[in-house]
T-cell receptor, first 115, second 112 residues
Framework: ETGVTQSPTHLIKTRGQQVTLRCSSQ?????VSWYQQALGQGPQFIFQ???????GRGNFPPRFSGLQFPNYSSELNVNALELDDSALYLC??????????????FGPGTRLTVT | GIQVEQSPPDLILQEGANSTLRCNFS?????LQWFHQNPWGQLINLFY???GTKQNGRLSATTVATERYSLLYISSSQTTDSGVYFC??????????????FGRGTSLIVHP
């Protein structure tokens, strides 16, 4: 059973640029959630994807968008990057139809620095 | 949304000591997980425990859903237990979606 993977590991971007982060869910998991974790804070929920549709969204502006593909992998896109977007971005997968319905498994994260 | 408070915010222990971490939440929940975040940022599942008691080696957890709190016990702490411990909860929303909420974490340092 493969775990959740994310790429890239680290990324440096300039303010105003766009970025795409990628996530492959754990084998058998059909739901992917994305989180932003600023330094010293707990992860903040961005949105969740199930069956290629957005299935819940936190308090993030529309320049944060996502995609889920038929193989359940996912992308997080952030447009018009701001300095405050610098954070660790975490992806988690779940399988709502397993016996432990909403247990989340996290990837290692992508550390984004915006200069 | 649901509010989650973790205490204490910081904890410093000597190797071998025991500790209790607490997670209070403001509304009824259907899901609750405890995580350990290592120095590299990886969130490691410790327990999925919306109610009841579970044990895994030196770690155990208890959730009293009716009183809206969960406790994580660490016995005979080791330096490798150092890191940040998070509690994450969620209820249900109409349509079957949910928004998980994390606490701010407890930062644990275990000295040799």
């Amino acid at each position: 059973e493969t775990g959740v993977t994310q790429s890239p590991t680290h990324l440096i971007k300039t303010r105003g640029q766009q970025v795409t982060l990628r996530c492959s869910s754990q084998s058998g998991h059909n739901t992917v959630s994305w989180y932003q974790q600023a330094l010293g804070q707990g992860p903040q929920f961005i949105f969740q994807y199930y069956r290629e549709e957005e299935n819940g969204r936190g308090n993030f502006p529309p320049r944060f968008s996502g995609l889920q593909f038929p193989n359940y992998s996912s992308e997080l896109n952030v447009n018009a990057l701001e300095l405050d977007d610098s954070a660790l971005y975490l992806c988690a997968s779940t399988s709502p139809f397993s016996g432990r319905s909403y247990e989340q498994y996290f990837g290692p994260g992508t550390r984004l620095t915006v200069t | 949304g649901i509010q989650v408070e973790q205490s204490p915010p910081d904890l410093i222990l000597q190797e071998g000591a025991n500790s209790t971490l607490r997670c209070n939440f403001s509304d009824s929940v259907n899901n609750l997980q405890w995580f350990h975040q290592n120095p590299w940022g990886q969130l490691i599942n410790l327990f999925y425990i919306p109610s009841g008691t579970k044990q895994n080696g030196r770690l155990s957890a208890t959730t009293v859903a009716t009183e809206r709190y969960s406790l994580l016990y660490i016995s005979s702490s080791q330096t490798t237990d150092s890191g940040v411990y998070f509690c994450a909860v969620s209820g249900t929303q109409s349509g079957g979606s949910y928004i998980p909420t994390f606490g701010r974490g407890t930062s644990l340092i275990v000295h040799p």
